[in-house]
């Protein structure tokens, strides 16, 4: 079995901040580059964040840059999306993707509220 799975979602109000965290098991979490994307009512899944395995590269979506914080843990298989500054734009429902091996969660919808 290898799975992810996200936590931490909800509902804030604009200019909050939410701390999304995707959980992996049945496999070597630390091996995988790990992807945030998040995908709004009727429009096609974007890529969020992403981080390499062992934390040193990461990539932000232009929308977030310099908002959003990706970050890992892989002793706890761990990785992390630390969102700031929260606009409304920014509601949508946010997944979790590994590389190694392909694997999606279930999604965790956070909502913020003006």
């Known amino acids: 079995q290898v799975q992810v799975a996200e936590s931490g979602g909800g509902v804030v109000q604009a200019g909050g901040s939410l701390r999304l965290t995707c959980t992996g098991s049945g496999y070597t979490f630390s091996i995988s580059d790990i992807g945030w994307y998040r995908q709004a009512p009727g429009k096609q899944r974007e890529l969020v964040a992403r981080?390499?395995?062992?934390?040193?590269?990461?990539i932000y979506s232009d929308s977030v840059k310099g908002r959003f914080t990706i970050s890992r843990d892989n002793a706890k298989n761990e990785v992390y999306l630390l969102m700031n500054s929260l606009t409304v734009e920014d509601t949508a429902v946010y997944y979790c993707?590994?590389?190694?091996?392909?694997?999606w969660g279930q999604g965790t919808q956070v909502t913020v509220s003006s």
């Open positions: 993707n590994s590389l190694v091996p392909i694997q």
């Open positions: 981080i390499s395995s062992g934390g040193g590269k990461k």
